[in-house]
């Protein structure tokens, strides 16, 4: 087990354990964040524990060409119910995700510390949401973060209303130019969009700079 100190660098990511976890402490500074993603890791860890740094391996992802849209989406999407925004409520994004309960967990990873670093992230260009409304109320959303023009690291989203986040899920990844989306561990929601497992050492290979 890696305990990590001031300094941000992580250790390789070859050495995290067999469920993904490769580090424990360390801080959410923007520049360890940015550094973590960069690398392939990223935070998940409860509210009274210390900060847990994953980097798991397979990793779940969707390739844009990929997604899967069914025909009653279809249908949905033909009747404009919901409209998509991007970056027009980051912060209550952020909060409707932390609030929403998940089969299996008893509290929420997303924690004030949490929420501060991200917004923080989001100042700074890096952090994205995007927002679903119904009638000028927000219904359902989504947040992550984009560490360069090929790869968005998605974080968590969240629906009050069915079908409305798979709508803004589907809306962004049409109209975004990433080769790939990042989410992280399996769920089945994601599965049936198209996305799959892919090594890590293949993931890796897309957060290198590319050539122009």
Known sequence: M?????????????EASEDGLLA???DLSSERLLHA?????????????????????????????????????????????FKVTENKAFREVLEHC???KRTGQEGTWITNDMIKAYVKLHHLGYAKSVEVWQDDILVAGLYGIAINDTVFCGESMFTTVSNASKVGFITFVKNSNYKLIDCQIYTNHLESLGAKDISRATFMTYLEPQDI
């Open 24 to 26: 424990v402490g360390g």
């Open 37 to 81: 993603y960069s690398k392939g890791i990223f935070p998940w860890y409860q509210d009274e524990e210390p900060i847990l740094w994953w980097s798991p391996d397979p990793r779940f992802v969707l390739f844009p060409e990929d997604l899967k849209i069914s025909k009653s989406m279809k249908q949905i999407l033909k009747k404009n119910t």
């Open 2 to 14: 890696h305990f990590l100190t001031q300094n941000i660098k992580f250790p390789d990511v070859t």
């Open 98 to 100: 932390a609030a929403t």
